[in-house]
């Protein structure tokens, strides 16, 4: 049973940082991609970065690039989202996700976080 649990959401102001976690259970966390996605209220879960079981190859979606980074220390079982530069569109409830191959998209992976709310005033 795979089990991956979120911390590290909160509330910050525009301009502010968080950084995520993502404890994932299991003895082959190193063997698969992570991913973490967004979802806002009303709207569809995006993606948001992913890196691959390496640590050698991360995918960031545009809206993100230059100021979140993904990274992942595979001793822990745990992947991170440093975020800075927070702005009021980037409120939305985080998810990490695994899958056999880096991807950008939701299909591409197949556990799924409970997510932690990031919610970034004005």
């Known amino acids: 049973q795979v089990q991956l649990v979120e911390s590290g959401g909160g509330l910050v102001q525009a301009g502010g940082s968080l950084r995520l976690s993502c404890a994932a259970s299991?003895?082959?966390?190193?063997?698969?991609?992570m991913g973490w996605f967004r979802q806002a209220p009303g709207k569809e879960r995006e993606f948001v970065a992913a890196?691959?079981?390496?640590?050698?190859?991360?995918r960031y979606a545009d809206s993100v690039k230059g100021r979140f980074t993904i990274s992942r220390d595979n001793a822990k079982n745990t992947v991170y989202l440093q975020m800075n530069s927070l702005q009021p569109e980037d409120t939305a409830v985080y998810y990490c996700?695994?899958?056999?191959?880096?991807?950008?998209?939701?299909?591409?992976?197949?556990?799924w976080g409970q997510g932690t709310q990031v919610t970034v005033s004005s």
């Open positions: 299991g003895r082959t966390f190193s063997t698969y991609a």
């Open positions: 996700a695994r899958g056999p191959l880096i991807s950008i998209a939701t299909i591409g992976y197949n556990y």
């Open positions: 890196i691959r079981w390496s640590g050698g190859d991360t």
